[in-house]
């Protein structure tokens, strides 16, 4: 197999502007916000591979980002080196992932999706009431943080995900995967283990999620133990997806950054009426372009072709008159 | 020849004076043309409510400081205007980051200003503590918070401690035959809830009272049938809670319809919003709430805001963290005129040495940067929040509540 160039050359120099943005970015806030697009773009990713590529649609994303935030935190705090912490994090939310996913992803139909947003419901109320005060992060952490590791670990941290999810949807197991989006029952009657290849997609995509989550624990000098269990972290993976195109690669990249971008000029430009209008953006991007963000092209190409060809049909018309 | 050069000594000397006023003056640093000073508040979203409340506190503060010239500033020998750059959280504790983040490294205040409720300014405290700017914040009641050992926040407004204190001097101020014997902890569970939870029972032991039922919920929780139940089958004739302003609305409903009419309910958190009135109408009355500022205080300064409130908004009910908004900008514009100087250290230094009568009466701080103020509990009595306890004055008695239908 032979790579062409611009297959290589493009992305290696996306990855060494996105090493060397730091340098660049005056400020704190750049990067946070940039911080905040990187763990959107994982957690939509780790969604897309679910979602968008198998069509397992998991509405308890939270579960799996919290379960990894808790770990993650209570390992870090309790002394634990972090990117061991951090391991154990995401761990935690594979496990939790097999538990589920196990018997949930045998049905079919909504069931998942029902299942998994009870599961959220259940671990936001079991750590509202199990931990109700805050975590801090303790003195000696807060006196030397910097947010340069953080930016590093958010971009380590989406690259493995954006490349891993890349691997698998052009390998065999993405066809997979794909299979069982189109049709299960076509997918099974052609020996795909349908089973199998949900868990599997489940197990990376909760994987990815957790170590979103843990990266949130070490982001946050402090918070509420809730907060990485709100419902929250179930939809705007989901919205981000579908605004940017769901089922592929440089949707939830696309879709994050529109998300986290726009949101944020709107915010800070149009004051309290930016939720309205960030919403009927969004509202207009899903009736016109279903496809997302990505999906633009494709429509304006065959709006132009259906001009076009409307045009020439009157002209030819015009003709035979 | 001697006098040619004393006149000479003299002209030296006396053109050495002319130029002393330039000289200093140009020494001296030139002065901003405003004291930047940055909040995140919860404008949108379901703390929205409370954070229009504190934005317009610290918005007439601002005018009402600027109308008289800005605050003093030592360094540069004139006084500044203030101006307050306020952005909108969404009441979302991520976004309270980020815009705090931006208004230290873009916008380069001098100083933060708190958003609504505990879980935004957890969140802000701590980038403050981070970025070591100055933090004066008013809705957050939970003490823990304050044990961490940071420097730059402050937080001049009633604890849990003080509240639980309140709630007992409002039980005290009963006659002794209408004072409740069994009182009904709903406890939120929240780190604020438990910890008010803990000085029920201790104040409670030292006071007389006994807490005789405890049942816990969470922040989401919406039926509230089987704690209201137990507190009535167990003949509790007072309750008290911390719930969240939704919640607030619900209890009451629910207490309600289940025909639960305790003498003495106490919701710290919820009935204190202006809208609360309105909301609720008749059913409000008698409920007893935090009484952190009302517009009848009779604090310097406070008819000022409450006029030019009124004027301004055309509104009759002002929301309580008006007035806890106001008082936390003259808290910090104290602290910058002390300093004398815009070096976050040096604010931050003046604020623990805070000695202050506010629209919501004397400001000091604790060792923990915990603001000592007034302790004061309200009561809606036909409309209006009535102040029934305070170390100041009151404007009205407790009144233990009649049944539902006598409201």
């Known amino acids: 197999m032979s790579l062409k160039p611009k297959k290589v050359v493009v992305p290696a120099l996306i990855m060494a502007v996105l090493f060397a943005l730091p340098v660049f970015l005056k400020g704190d806030y750049y990067l946070t916000m940039v911080c905040s697009l990187f763990l959107y773009v994982t957690i939509s990713q780790g969604w897309n591979l679910l979602g968008g590529y198998t069509g397992q649609i998991n509405v308890g994303q939270s579960a799996f980002f919290g379960i990894s935030a808790l770990v993650t935190r209570l390992l870090w705090a309790g002394g634990i080196p972090f990117i061991p912490a951090l391991l154990c994090g995401a761990l935690a939310s594979v496990v939790l992932s097999l538990v589920i996913g196990i018997p949930a992803l045998r049905l079919r139909g909504h069931y998942f999706a029902i299942g998994t947003l009870a599961v959220a419901w259940i671990a936001f109320l079991a750590v509202e009431n199990l931990f109700p005060g805050v975590t801090f992060l303790p003195g000696k952490y807060v006196a030397t943080y910097s947010l340069l590791p953080r930016y590093y670990l958010f971009l380590v941290i989406m690259l493995s995900t954006i490349i891993v999810v890349s691997l698998v949807v052009h390998s065999r197991m993405g066809l997979a995967m794909e299979s069982i989006r189109e049709d299960e029952d076509a997918a099974q009657a052609s020996g795909v283990n349908i089973t199998k290849y949900k868990v599997i997609a489940f197990v990376i995509s909760s994987f990815f999620v957790g170590l979103a989550g843990g990266a949130y624990a070490y982001f946050h000098v402090s918070y509420y133990w809730y907060l990485p269990f709100i419902l929250m972290w179930c939809f705007e993976p989901i919205l981000i997806t579908f605004i940017g195109g769901v089922g592929t690669i440089w949707g939830p990249i696309i879709g994050a950054f529109c998300y986290v971008a726009l949101k944020e000029v709107f915010a800070l430009t149009l004051g309290e009426v930016n939720v309205l209008i960030f919403g009927a953006v969004f509202i207009f991007i899903i009736l016109f372009f279903p496809k997302g963000i990505i999906g633009v092209p494709e429509k304006l190409r065959e709006y132009l072709f259906r001009k076009e060809k409307g045009s020439r049909a009157a002209r030819q018309k015009n003709m035979n008159v | ?407």
């Open chain 2, 1 to 407: 020849m001697r006098k040619g050069k004393f006149g000479i000594v003299a002209g030296i000397v006396c053109f050495s004076l002319c130029l002393m006023p330039f000289v200093v003056g140009q020494s001296r640093a030139e002065a901003p043309a405003s004291i930047k000073v940055g909040a995140s508040i919860a404008l949108t979203g379901k703390f929205a409510g409370g954070g229009v409340d504190v934005a317009d506190g610290y918005k007439i503060a601002m005018k009402h400081i600027n109308e008289d010239g800005g605050i003093y500033v030592k360094e540069y020998d004139k006084k500044i205007p203030i101006e307050i750059i306020i952005y909108d959280d969404e009441s979302d504790p991520n976004k309270t980051v980020a815009r705090l983040e931006k208004l230290h490294s873009i916008d380069k205040v001098a100083a933060y200003l708190g958003g609504f409720s505990s879980a935004m300014n957890t969140a802000g405290l701590a980038i403050a503590e981070k970025n070591k700017v100055p933090w004066v914040g008013v809705t957050i009641a939970a003490e823990g918070v304050f044990s961490q050992g940071f420097k730059y926040t402050f937080a001049p407004c009633m604890f849990s401690f003080m509240e639980v204190t309140a709630f007992f001097d409002a039980l005290d101020s009963l006659p002794k035959d209408q004072r409740p014997k069994k009182i009904a902890n709903f406890e939120l569970q929240s780190d604020w809830g438990i910890e008010c939870g803990k000085y029920l029972k201790k104040f409670g032991a030292e006071r007389g009272y006994e807490i005789a039922l405890t049942e816990k919920y969470a922040g989401g929780t919406s039926d509230f049938s089987s704690l209201i139940m137990a507190a009535k089958t167990g003949g509790c004739d007072a309750v008290f809670s911390v719930p969240t302003p939704p919640q607030s609305m619900t209890l009451i409903k629910q207490m309600k319809e289940l025909a639960y009419a305790p003498p003495v309910t106490c919701f710290i958190r919820g009935p204190d919003l202006s809208s609360y009135w309105e909301v609720m109408g008749k059913d409000a009355n008698y409920i007893l709430t935090c009484g952190e500022w009302t517009a009848d205080m009779k604090y310097p300064g406070n008819e000022k805001l409450v006029t030019d409130f009124r004027a301004e908004k055309n509104k009759e009910i002002i929301g309580m963290q008006v007035g806890c908004g106001y008082g936390a900008v003259q808290v910090l514009a104290d602290a910058i005129e002390r300093a004398g100087t815009l070096k976050r250290d040096a604010i931050r230094d003046a604020l623990t040495k805070t000695d202050l009568m506010t629209v919501r009466g004397r400001v000091t701080f604790d060792e923990r940067n915990i603001g000592l103020v007034p302790y004061s509990l309200c009561q809606w009595q036909n409309g209006k929040l009535e102040v029934v306890t305070n170390p100041d004055y009151t404007t009205a008695k407790v009144l233990p509540a009649p049944p539902w239908d006598q409201r």
